[in-house]
């Protein structure tokens, strides 16, 4: 990734890399020519759909496989991990996806700066970092502010979908937007509860729960 000494949001995080990136002919991720103005959708796919966003979609396990049952929307994964988002460059363009893009850049930023207004369909929150002491819980996606600038960035009707296997982070969850009237809690629908995550096939292995939170706004 160009000039990673320019973009905070990505080069303070653990684990990001201060190289430059080369990337590949053909590949599904999109380095944006600047992170102070908001994407241009239309540059992201060849075809304008409607477009869904995984914000942390770690090795892109599930969306990989949504995006392939679904070539009618566009999918766009969110991850600050460079080895991740590789991933889902290579399981993507090994599928031939073309209404695949991802971004490497931290989640928080990308909806608070990056998404134009009215652009997504859908948002899939899956199994976030809980930060579970005290002290860093201050680090959680989900806070008070989130619903308002999910709100913003969703069309009429469009949804939040969550999942965790801490009950602490559900619970702040369920309160942050029962706050938040202009969402209403929905079911998750059955096929996304049938698709699991790198995650929670994992957890679910060692007995662990998934739980699961929807909302539409409207």
Request: glycine content about 6%.
């Amino acid at each position: 990734m160009s000039k990673p000494e320019t973009r905070p949001a990505m080069a303070m995080q653990p684990g990001a890399s201060a190289q430059p990136t080369e990337l590949p002919a053909g590949s599904l991720l999109y380095d944006p020519p600047t992170i102070l103005e908001r994407l241009d959708v239309t540059r992201l796919f060849p075809k304008m759909q409607p477009l869904e966003v995984e914000l942390g979609c770690g090795d892109s396990t599930f969306l990989v496989e949504y995006a392939a049952r679904h070539p009618d929307r566009n999918f766009l994964g969110v991850e600050r991990l460079l080895g991740r988002i590789r991933k889902l460059d290579k399981k993507g363009r090994r599928l031939g996806l073309t209404n695949l893009r991802g971004i490497r850049i931290e989640c928080g930023y990308f909806l608070q700066y990056l998404l134009p207004p009215g652009s997504v369909t859908a948002f899939h929150i899956y199994f976030p970092d809980p930060w579970p002491k005290k002290k860093h819980q201050r680090n959680r996606l989900i806070q008070p502010r989130f619903p308002a600038l999910a709100y913003a960035a969703l069309v009429p009707g469009g949804r939040v979908y969550l999942r965790t296997d801490d009950p602490d982070y559900f619970a702040q969850i369920q309160q942050v937007f029962a706050a938040a009237p202009v969402f209403r809690s929905i079911p998750t629908p059955d096929e996304l509860a049938n698709m699991w995550t790198d995650f929670e096939r994992d957890f679910r292995a060692r007995g662990i729960s998934t739980l699961y939170a929807a909302y539409e706004r409207d």
